[in-house]
């Protein structure tokens, strides 16, 4: 399957638990990668797609081992060499960029000497300046400054994006044929996203260096590579060039994912999938898809079905593809309409509010209204001071200056001077669902909270009350007993609604509610919610940074950036004809799988 | 330069924020012997004390002025070096505690000389070696080992090297007035090796924890993954950013041995200032016993702000928001 | 995004788990081979002290009839006599009670006092955070036996100073690990949630910042009570506890420490109870310890 020119060969890698069963992580890994080619390796949490990308260097995390496979770099498998020499290749002939380059970075060295150290450990260059003119050529290549003051600075002194891309430089140093980039944008901004995406293309192409680019962001990975490689469960369930795998996909989780990726046109509905993925030690006898797929019959849940070569270079692992390649794609179902905002007096008034943290102002004079039964989408980067404003209107942020009016009457600042009434009415659902609920008490107990605080505590009546919430968010009244630990991300953040439906809210205020969870887990989520604001008539203040979201849950969108709102309007006009810079840039920057699918072909 | 500027400036904040530190101890420590509600007079003469010398003590120890005038003559005094004159044998305090401090400091000097690296050695091969059977065997020994009370350990060596089972080591030490503790290497050995098994086990465990997560950091496993050799990977970027939690620990330690002195010192009848507070305080000779309470809470402040000037030092993120 | 949950300490797989946390907590501690035999250790030396007075063959003050002092062991006193020609083993029978009383006292005393201002600290606004800790900073500064040293200075070896002594430098150190602990849960939006629908303070502390601490207390509880077991049978051992004739495993060091040559064992017993006692409740303490870090390993690489 792979192209004879391979640089990089995978045949059946196998990686393991290093106790007990020896459970594997992830097993049957066999792919290959060109020089100068960029593999998007997907998948979504826990589906094993990093240890893979670790793998690729001869590494495993602690507790973790290679059990079986090769690795081939230019013909050589490395994993046969003696650990000592396989240590000397990585950063030479294959190197790697870390998630996360502010905690990769040693905060004690300056980033000169990480630089070197790379160059010299490696025997480049026999003289400093020799090394020294490397180190300045690949910072010019990444695009940072190749001032010598620059060189002499500790990571912390650097920006986001100007980690990432000292760490791209520290990678592409020794001119390697092989890197592997392990969600290296996760933590950026769109447009520094952007840039360094084009940074790591250039690169891979002009050095002929073959990139496996390990991410859960299909759009990012359909804006980059040639290729892409779908995980799941620690399988690969499909190969293939990106323009077929994301327009024919022959796999049912493909489809699944694709359909659970919001889109800026929002032409199709989001759709997410059911159930969880399952993790390692827990993965049922079958086809580890089957349970949640639509396609499975008897044999997909009896054995493990095998990479099948479908066409050139598109590999499925799944016994239905035949019948799955055949239903067109085109069958996707259209979105719903989102309900017309009726005119009417706001819901809540944000005017002239001002806000900081301590000494550094975050909000500059913003006017914002919701009316009840709309959503508002607050739409902004991180840093642009969206989540602040949501936490003043909450009542979580006391140390602002401005108004916020509810129902016409001004609300005090924080929620403990606001009466009860203000605070059931005014709902506030929070980013992280691992750390909204507290892991001590039962689902029960956590919903019940409100409940007494609101309504007393007559316990049949807060039973039902509990278990109507929880099927609001399509969670059986079973989940009571337990405790968040023991629900995944997408239960969880579920519950942290129903905690805010039982107060009977005429507001909910969304921070970032699905940017923790996974995208087939956030299609749904955001089902949910759009449901509440067609069948409970909730106004919703949705905060999100992804533009692609808000057509599909929102009527209204403001844009914020570096704490002004920059542009506001009903979100079919904003999105369709931006006016501001600002929007424009973040809309052209946002990676769309639509825009790449329809470039490759 | 604006850095040393600032280190400058951090160094006076932390310096006055010590000096608050003990003169707030030393409050506490004058309310705690002087003020406190009873007669020390009394409790110092017994019931049998006639009123006469009651009253000649109280005007000895200045129990007949007003808790303020009493504090301020004796905090004045300390600043000018006069802490009074010692009730027990009528001479000045400072003196009495010359001697003693001298065996003190020697005795601390060593045993943190021997115990600081060994703990700090023994604490980084563990996490090095994390999970082998050298880990799994200091892990339970140091825990069992920082258990143990000092006196506990003393009396258990005295028991095995100098009275029971075997008689090679002295197990007390008798000085001749005007000698200095080095004549008595012997001695030295068993209070010397209780305090090295007092502080050890504790400074290895903390030095192991911290170590292990440097080694779990990303930038260790960056490191690895850019190829570099281990031995690199350990003393490039493990170490040094090892070291500021290590300046901590040793602050920690050599400050515990302060306590550790005490009980360690009148368990060899070591005459340092360890024992005359035991003694003081048996003989209610209440100026020495606040000179010494003092000194200890002095040495603590000035061990905690020295490992905080360190870790600044060796930190490129607190160095640099500094400037 | 680490895809195993992996741990040195303990490897529990959380999903399988359908157990309270205080129980999963308590069962994987008792998992470890050293909380075992901590517990029982401690539990034997706690049998020893309390109901060892009951099958002891003398009264602890009386001399044995026709034994001098200092004598070996013999069918009259198994262990022999002590400084005063008492009988060794029914006086280190009686004397474990008033160290583990006064430990566990003080230990209880300085926990409540230290937690209540270590919660109090990391719930409030900067300065008074400040003002709490840098109080506490200022009682570190004094190792806990010089403290309650120079209170017995001053009021002399009284048994209710002891305690207060002793509570009172175990209050900072109590406070110091829960205000650490707590000001991470602070942070955390669970507790957010509890502000936003308006639950007071005191019930945020209590029931949603106190359970998710109490590992980190248990643990603290265990060490702090071995150290408090040291430092009384320490005060003792120098002469400020408890005073002759009384029955007490520090001051029978105290006593016999002379005859160490003659007669080891009225010096010996208590000091390996006492070693046991502090080695026993710290193997608990590092048990539990160990399984709170594999559980919060487990749940957060779990997902």
Known sequence: MSTPAAALEVVDLRVEIDYGDREDIVDEITF????????????????GKT??????LGHTRRGACIARGEVRIEGRDILMLPPLERQRLRGRLVSYVPQDPASALNPAMRIGTQLDETLSEHGFGSTDQERRGRILEALDEVLLPTEETFLKRYPHQLSGGQQQRVALAMAFANRPRVIVLDEPTTGL?????????ETVRDLCEAHGVAAVYVSHDLAVVATLAGRVAVMYGGRLVEVGPTGTLFRQAGHPYTRRLIEAIPELSGVHALVGIP???PRPGHRPAGCFFAPRCAYAEEPCSASQPSLESVASE????????????????????????RPEIEVEDALVAVRGVCAAYGVRQVLFDVDLTVRPRECLALVGESGSGKTTLARCVGGLHEDFTGTIAYRGRSLASGSRSRDTDTRREIQYVFQSPYNSLNPRKTIGQIIAQPLNLFFGSGSTDSRRRATEALERVQLSSTVLNRYPHQLSGGERQRVAIARALVAEPQLLVCDEVTSALD?????????????LQRELHIGLLFVTHNLALIRTIAQEVAVMSEGCIVERGLVDDVLDAPQADYTKRLLSDTPSLEAAIAASS | MSLRHGLTGFIVRRLLLGLVTLWITSVMIFAATQALPGDAARSILGRSATPESLAELRRQLGLDKSVVTQYWEWISGVFTGDLGTSLANSL??????GERLVYTLFLMFIAGLISVPIGIALGAISARKRDSAFDQTTSVATLGLAALPEFVVGITLAVIFSTTVFHILPSVIVTEPGSRPWEYPKELVLPVITLIIAVVPYTARIMRASTVEILESDFVEMARLKGLAERRVLWRHAVPNALAPTFQVTALNLAYLAGGIVVVEAVFNYPGIGLLLVESVRARDMPTVQAIALLIAALYVILNLLADVATILVSPRLRTSLG | MTDVAVTDAVRIDLAEKQIRPWRLLL????AQHRTKIGIGITLLLVGLAVFGRLVAPYSPDQGVEGQLPFAPPSSDAWLGTDNLGRDVLSRFLHGGLSVLLLSGLSTAFGMSLGVTIGLVAAYSPGRLDDLLMRTMDVFLSLPQIVFALVLAATVGPKLWLLVLAVGFTTMPRAARVTRGAAVEVVQRDFVRAAEAIGVPRRKILLSEVLPNISSPLIVETTLRMSFNVAVVAGLSFLGFGLQPPAADWGLMINENQNGLTLQPWPVLLPVIAIALLTIGTSLIGDGISRAAIGIERGRTGGE
């Open chain 1, 519 to 531: 995208v087939s887990v956030q299609a749904a989520i955001v089902e949910v919610l759009a449901e």
């Open chain 1, 32 to 47: 290959g990668v060109a020089a100068g080619e960029v593999l998007g390796l997907v998948g979504e949490s826990g589906s």
């Open chain 1, 314 to 337: 598109h590999v499925v692992r799944c016994f239905r593809h035949a019948f799955v390649l055949g239903d067109a794609a085109a069958a996707r179902p259209t979105a719903v309409p």
């Open chain 1, 51 to 56: 240890t893979v990308g670790l793998a690729v």
């Open chain 1, 189 to 197: 901004d769109v447009t520094t996203q952007a840039h360094v995406l």
């Open chain 1, 275 to 277: 159930g969880t993925a």
């Open chain 2, 92 to 97: 000045p305090v400072t003196e009495v505690l």
């Open chain 3, 27 to 30: 069962s994987t501690a008792w």
